[in-house]
């Protein structure tokens, strides 16, 4: 798995274009933070800021208003159907997971390479 992650952290610092949330980025950076040295986990948060082939999309009460419907729906939980919604709204139909929940997602395509 963790060479399946490097090579999707490689294209994306290629110039991959993707999209994330600022909720999800919130996650991203506790992953980080949790496993390397704190400035170093700040170093890479930076990076991924600094991307302009990373979108960051803000999230809103009706953003969350929607999860949560979709998670009572698909029981997916609320941040993986914030994911869903984001994507359905952005027009995009793959996620970069190594979750099976988002296999219970209708219309997304879950990508672990």
């Keep these: 798995m963790k060479t399946r992650a490097r090579?999707?952290?490689a294209r994306i610092n290629e110039g991959e274009e993707v999209a994330t949330s600022t909720v999800h980025f919130a996650e991203v950076a506790n992953l980080l933070e949790g496993w390397f040295p704190?400035?170093?986990?700040?170093v890479i948060q930076r990076?991924?800021?600094?991307l302009d082939s990373v979108r960051i999309l803000p999230t809103t009460r009706q953003?969350?208003?929607e999860a949560r419907?979709?998670?009572?729906?698909?029981?997916?939980?609320?941040?993986h159907?914030?994911?869903?919604?984001?994507?359905?709204r952005e027009g995009l139909g793959e996620i970069?997971?190594?979750?099976?929940d988002f296999d219970r997602a209708p219309g997304v395509d879950r990508v672990e390479e």
């Design 96 to 100: 970069y997971s190594f979750d099976r």
């Design 69 to 79: 419907a979709l998670d009572l729906e698909a029981g997916l939980g609320t941040s």
């Design 7 to 9: 090579n999707i952290v």
């Design 63 to 65: 953003d969350l208003v």
């Design 81 to 88: 159907a914030l994911a869903v919604v984001f994507m359905r």
């Design 38 to 42: 704190f400035e170093d986990a700040k």
């Design 47 to 50: 990076g991924i800021i600094a």
